[in-house]
Structure formats: C-alpha cells, structure tokens
C-alpha cells in the first residue's frame, strides 16, 4: 500500500508515535509518506485562517471567492525534510500543501491525525474529490468535533484509546481502536529513581499544578522537562512560576529518552486534556509509577500502574497523593504494576501494526467504510 500520513504537528506524542507507525510500515514493505505541520509561520497561519473565515461569511460573493482564492495560495509549497525509511514533508498548512504531496506521492489512502478542525474539512472534501480514500484518527478527544460539528466523516475512523472509541460511538459514528505505536526499547533504562518527572511544561499539561506541587512538596525534587517548543510567552511564565523554587529543575527536550526517564521516581501527569500520553507507557516501561489526573483515557492510559486525582482536586491533594504513591508500603507495588501494565498485548507494536493493515486493505480494495 502507498499511506499518506497527514499530521496537524510534526513535534510531541502524536507525532513520534505517527513516524513510528510510518517506519514500521515501511519496513513491511510499503510506502510511507508523512507530510507535517510546523508552527513556523504563525502570522502566516492566522492570515489564512482569517481568510478562510471571511470566505465562509461571504460565501457566493466576489469577496468570498476572492478570500478563498487568496486563502488556498498560503504554504502551498511543501519541504522535503527526510527521504528514508519513509518520505516526509514539512509545511505550515497541511490543507494547501495536499494537492501538491499528493500529486507526487500518488497515495492509495491518506491517514489523518491532531488536525484542526479547519484543516480537517479542507483535507476531506479534497480525498472525497479525488477519489482517494480518508482515515481519521483519533488522538484527541476534541477531534471528535471533525465527526459532529464540522460534519465531516472519513472513509475509516480510528482511535488511539477505548475511551475516544466511546465518545465517537456516542456521537454515531464507529470507530475502531488501534493504540498509538510506541517503541519502547528507546526508552528502557535502569532510573536511579531521584525526581518526580514532569514533562512538556505548558499550560494543556497542567503546569499551574506541577509548579504548586513542587513548592508544596519542598523536600522533593522535581525536573521539568521541555517537549513542545515553548513560545516566549510560555518561557516567562515558567521562569516566573518557579522562581525561588530550589527544588524544581528545568531541563531542555532531549531525543535520548533514556536521558528522559534515567533518574525518574514517578511521572507527574497533571494533564487538562482527555488523552493517552506515550509518556505513560515510556515511564511504565521502565516501573516508574505514575500520578495522573483522572480523565477516563488518561486513566485508561496509567491503570493499576499509577494513582488517578480528581481533575478538579488543587495542589494540596495533588502533594497528598504524591507523598501516598512515594509511601514505601505503595511504591514498591505500584512500580511493580506499571511494568506488567506497560507489557500487556494491547500495546504491543507488532500487533498495532498488524491491525493497522488489516483495517486499511478492504479500505484500499475498494470497500469503503472497511470492517
């Protein structure tokens, strides 16, 4: 098969896992092809998004079709950025630069995952179009709106969690869960066990709340580790935040996951969004137990391997639950827990993979809307 990846970012989980499915793909012997977004020209961004608005407004007017005219011209023009094990193209908006990767690329289907909602519509009614067929994955609870609000269902709906599976069966659309791809032997490490590890420092990943914890929780040490590039307003609120902090450490993005979880005791998830973060299975991996909010994939993600808190529950309770989860009567336990969690077949990636293809070929045979 020849897949087309089409990812609204090309940094974070959703990412990595996408170009590790990619790889995996390829090495079974077929054609990848993976074209991301990157947050590189965000004036740029916001023209074509106001444009595309102001064509929706005036739709039938010289002004609508002029809008959408100028709107379609924005990041056309994509950027080779890896020819092996799979291709790979970077733009600032996957929607204008489709046609063109497309037309090169010559896709049997095209996947789509952490797109906007925009973006999403564009890309849809262009596969529809051309006759190409569209797969939707789910890896975030909003994109359920794709399916509800924008009124754009694809050919095949996937969903990383049993949860997003839920919420699109809900909603009345079928949806078929096929986890993120995780490559775990990239992230196995004996941890020293020294810090509560919080990672991707931003406000969706609950920062207000690690940063409350940590100063709660003096006698502890904490690493702040960055994922997402932080903009320089995000900068001055965490150099702000953790000012006077002695027990707080910040530390850059490192490729290395081994870096990443090396002196990792337990993994702070104080996440506002209803995901299911890889860096769960990472630090289960490697027994490292972990406290996150309980949002029901999130709770799906950490099992028995961790401690859910209540996602209106302040920083108080988060220190509480922190100290119950370090108490040497439970750690021992829970580290012992998160390692059987991180082995169960769910998440193997052969079988991801495996299922991956399955649900694609009918897809591609022509049986649109696949088992």
Do not use: K
Not at 344 to 363: S, Y
């Amino acid at each position: 098969m020849r897949i087309l990846f089409v990812s609204g970012t090309a940094v974070g989980g959703s990412a990595s896992s996408t170009r590790e499915l990619a790889t995996a793909l390829a090495d079974r012997g077929h054609e990848v092809g993976l074209l991301a977004r990157v947050a590189t020209a965000p004036r740029r961004w916001m023209l074509q998004h106001r444009l595309v608005n102001l064509a929706v407004a005036r739709e039938g007017s010289a002004i609508g079709r002029g809008a959408a005219l100028a709107a379609g011209r924005i990041g056309r023009r994509a950027r080779p950025v890896r020819t092996g094990p799979f291709r790979e193209w970077s733009t600032i908006l996957v929607e204008n630069s489709l046609s063109g990767v497309r037309a090169e690329f010559a896709p049997d289907v095209v996947v789509a995952s952490s797109i906007g909602r925009m973006a999403w519509r564009a890309v849809r009614a262009e596969l529809a179009a051309a006759g190409v067929p569209s797969v939707l994955y789910l890896r975030e609870e909003s994109a359920i709106g794709h399916l509800a609000v924008s009124d754009a269902p694809p050919d095949l709906l996937l969903a990383n969690a049993h949860q997003h599976e839920a919420a699109a069966r809900a909603a009345g659309f079928t949806a078929h869960v096929v986890p993120s791809v995780v490559d775990l032997s990239r992230a196995r490490v004996t941890t020293t066990r020294e810090v509560v590890l919080f990672v991707n420092p931003v406000e969706v990943s609950g920062r207000d709340l690690a940063v409350g914890v940590a100063r709660a929780c003096p006698d502890l040490r904490f690493a702040f580790v960055e994922s997402w590039p932080l903009s320089d307003a995000e900068r001055r609120w965490l150099d702000d935040a953790c000012a006077g902090l002695a027990n707080v450490e910040r530390r850059p993005r490192v490729d290395d996951l081994r870096l990443l979880y090396g002196d990792a005791r337990v993994l702070l998830v104080p996440y506002r969004t209803n995901g299911r973060p890889r860096v769960v299975l990472e630090a289960q991996a490697n027994g490292i137990p972990v406290l996150a909010t309980d949002l029901p994939a999130l709770t799906e993600a950490v099992g028995p391997g961790g401690i859910a808190v209540p996602v209106d529950a302040g920083p108080g309770e988060w220190a509480m639950r922190l100290r119950e989860l370090l108490d040497p009567t439970r750690y021992d336990a829970l580290v012992a827990a998160a390692r059987e969690h991180a082995h169960r077949p769910e998440v193997d990636p052969g079988a991801i993979v495996t299922r991956f293809e399955d649900l694609l070929r009918p897809l591609v045979a022509g049986s649109v809307g696949a088992p």
